[in-house]
């Protein structure tokens, strides 16, 4: 009759188990399930108090003193932010996180590679919240948006040719300093090639700030693979 009176109150307000001596089981589930945060009024919750805690509110993990693993992990696919209450963030956790969401990188202590490039795959705007990028995740934002060259400090020519072969379009952002030879360079590797994509034609070709024939170019420099891609995207317009 008492847990009957307990579960009552609280599916009403969870937080109400912080007045209860002893609560049961079935009282602390029904707490968290109304209130996630109310774990903090729960001495040695169950692993299933836990779970359902986190699962049905994030950053109730943050009132889990030494949570389990698998705690952790229900918590960060939920909501990657969760990683800022781990201590131990390790590499599973980390990708679980960005992959979830990819800003929750900012509460990441010094994500590797690996991390970063998961992070930027899940949206490339992630490359702001690193202090310092790999040129892998500098690369592969770019690859996604020409806007990431925004996020990116001082670079090298080399580095720069790398940007230009991702995506074309960053020369919006960085004409007006651009070496034009160095330009015309990167362009005819990438189209001597025979990999060059129907995306990467078409953003040179609509390239409206270079002001070159565009076609003529890729008549001189383009390998077959890429002569043909021009035809295909001639013929679609």
């Known amino acids: 009759m008492e847990q009957e009176k307990e579960i009552q109150l609280v599916k009403r307000n969870g937080n109400e188990i912080r007045h209860m001596v002893s609560p049961s089981f079935d009282v602390m589930m029904e707490a968290v399930k109304k209130t996630p945060s109310s774990i903090q009024y729960i001495k040695s919750p169950p692993l299933a108090v836990m779970l359902t805690a986190v699962t049905g509110g994030w950053n109730s993990l943050r009132f889990i003193k030494d949570a389990p693993y698998e705690v952790q992990l229900a918590a960060v696919k939920n909501k990657g932010w969760a990683i800022q209450y781990i201590r131990e963030q390790t590499?599973?956790?980390?990708?679980?996180?960005?992959?979830?969401d990819f800003d929750s990188i900012q509460y990441i202590n010094a994500p590797g590679c690996e991390v970063q490039l998961a992070a930027v795959?899940?949206?490339?705007?992630?490359?702001?919240?690193?202090k310092t990028p790999c040129l892998e995740a500098k690369v592969a934002?770019?690859?996604?948006?020409?806007?990431?060259?925004?996020?990116?400090g001082d670079y090298t020519e080399e580095e720069l040719k790398k940007y230009l072969l991702a995506n074309?379009?960053?020369?919006?952002?960085?004409?007006?300093s651009l070496d034009m030879d160095m330009l015309y360079e990167v362009l005819e590797e990438?189209?001597?090639?025979?990999d060059v994509t129907p995306e990467y034609i078409r953003d040179f070709m609509e390239l409206q700030i270079l002001d070159i024939n565009k076609v003529n170019y890729i008549r001189d420099h383009g390998s077959?693979?890429?002569?043909?891609?021009?035809?295909?995207?001639?013929?679609?317009r």
């Open 91 to 100: 590499l599973e956790l980390q990708m679980e996180a960005v992959k979830r």
């Open 121 to 130: 795959n899940t949206f490339w705007s992630a490359l702001k919240y690193v």
């Open 141 to 152: 934002a770019i690859g996604r948006s020409e806007q990431a060259i925004t996020y990116v």
């Open 168 to 176: 074309i379009k960053i020369v919006k952002y960085i004409y007006d």
């Open 190 to 194: 990438k189209f001597s090639g025979e």
């Open 224 to 236: 077959r693979s890429t002569k043909q891609k021009l035809i295909d995207y001639v013929l679609a």
